[in-house]
């Protein structure tokens, strides 16, 4: 068993990273939406998506804080069965996740340094971002949260200097166009408001390793949840005032925006923290997915291989194999297959909400430390806003094609495969 070796405020800044990473990729919201929608969106979208997942992560958590988290608690309420699928699908989601966020760091790398990343270097150096996450997640939890804390600071001050700026110090002269009402796409805003909103289950497969978890995770859950939004809003809110056109928004315009703000050194500062955005959720990702490997090791469904530790508690052979499979990915060059995850992601949720409301019904006396408040028609109704939000997601994006299939049919795909998959594991634990 691992130690407890992560406090309360490394935990918010891991879960900031697993979720967030802060305001970049809310351009395109800014640009379908306009300003006064994006916030709208904003805040009313955590209601309904994020709120309701946290309060399940934190019941469940708080619970059941072992090793593996959701895999855990579905494994529990739901058998082997289900438990294994719920593990296949985030890590089938993790190869297109983790090859996403070293493009992040290559994008901003770019701006500060283009030769670093011109040609095959692109690829070495995403291995390099892959490899220093692994590193760094070897070097124990504690190291990842402290990281993480330091990231986040680094990362969302200069967003604070341009709130300031808009507020105290707007220039004249910014362009103040009309965006067009026609080119307004609210569904399209909040598919994207979704992505940063999207995952709060991430923290709890490191459950057995944080102290205190039945006080500290729910807690980190809502604070995280609070510092998140506040991220988002008040950036949009002070940009509003300057009349800068929203149509115009795209990847990177708070570069822009910061140096006509305020000048290039802070253009500069937005630019560094969009490479700590992608290397701090790379790194946070590493420490969230490689627990699932490990938890299934330990239930006999992979090699035990997988459950060796170093002496800081670190179950380093499955970082290591993961971030290998991840590396193997980056040439691929994936996109967000916005379809493919939603479909994923659904059939994650749908699961572990069934698994509360199961252990709800058939241990209604296993010790609960945080609850959601009512009862089994209470958790079901709070489950119908995610799935609903996803829902809508997926018939806005299900037109999605990669190769000669829709990405849902890709999904599917994914899902069957699982299912064959299982007994193979199956007969390697008898």
């Known amino acids: ?79 082997p069965f289900w438990g294994f699928q719920e593990a296949w699908l985030s890590l089938a989601a993790s190869i297109f996740d983790m090859a996403i966020y070293p493009t992040i760091f290559l994008l ?19 291995a390099a971002v892959v490899a220093a996450c692994a590193l760094w997640n070897i070097a124990g939890i504690k190291a990842v949260g402290d990281g993480s804390s330091w990231m986040m600071f680094l990362l969302l001050a200069p967003f604070a200097v341009v709130a300031v700026f808009c507020l105290f110090r707007a220039p004249s002269g910014l362009s ?13 805003g909040i598919v994207i408001a979704m992505w940063n909103y999207m995952g709060w289950d991430n923290a709890s497969t490191v459950a057995g390793e944080v102290e205190n978890p039945q006080r500290n995770y729910p807690l980190a859950l809502f604070g ?25 928004f795209t990847t990177g315009s708070w570069v822009q925006v910061a140096r006509q703000i305020a000048g290039p050194a802070l253009g500069w500062a937005i630019v560094l923290g969009g490479m700590i955005c992608g290397l701090g959720m790379n790194n946070a990702l590493v420490l969230s997915y490689s627990r699932v490997p490990y938890a299934m090791a330990n239930d006999g469904m992979l090699p035990a291989v997988l459950t060796r530790t170093n002496a800081k508690g670190v179950p380093w052979i ?37 698994a509360l409301i199961a252990l709800r019904m058939r241990e209604p006396e296993l010790e609960r430390p945080f609850r959601i408040p009512g009862g089994i028609a209470v958790v079901a109704g709070i489950a119908l806003g995610p799935l609903f939000v996803l829902g809508v997601a997926m018939r806005e994006n299900g037109g999605e094609r990669a190769g000669p299939l829709p990405t849902l049919a890709w999904g599917a795909l994914l899902l069957l495969t699982g299912v064959f998959v299982y007994p193979l594991t199956s007969r390697r634990k008898q």
């Open 176 to 188: 103040t166009a009309p965006t067009s009402t026609q080119s307004v796409n609210l569904l399209g």
């Open 108 to 126: 901003y790398l770019k701006q500060l340094w283009p030769a670093a990343v011109a040609g095959q270097r692109y690829i070495l150096v995403g």
């Open 318 to 354: 499955s970082v290591i194999v993961c971030a290998t499979a991840w590396t193997a990915c980056l040439p691929l060059g994936f996109d967000r297959l916005i379809a493919m995850d939603i479909l994923i992601y659904a059939l994650s949720l749908l699961l572990e909400f069934g």
């Open 1 to 79: 068993m691992p130690r407890r070796q992560l406090t309360l405020l490394p935990l918010i800044a891991a879960i900031f990273f697993m979720v967030s990473g802060g305001p970049y990729g809310l351009e395109e919201i800014i640009q379908k939406a306009g300003y006064s929608r994006t916030i709208l969106i904003l805040a009313i979208v955590p209601f309904i998506w994020s709120l309701p997942v946290a309060l399940m992560v934190g019941e469940l958590s708080a619970a059941l804080p072992e090793e593996g988290g959701y895999y855990a608690w579905v494994r529990r309420a739901l058998g």
């Open 224 to 248: 995280a949840l609070l510092l998140i939004a506040a991220c988002y809003i008040i950036p949009i809110s002070a940009l509003w005032r300057t009349g800068i056109d929203p149509s115009g």
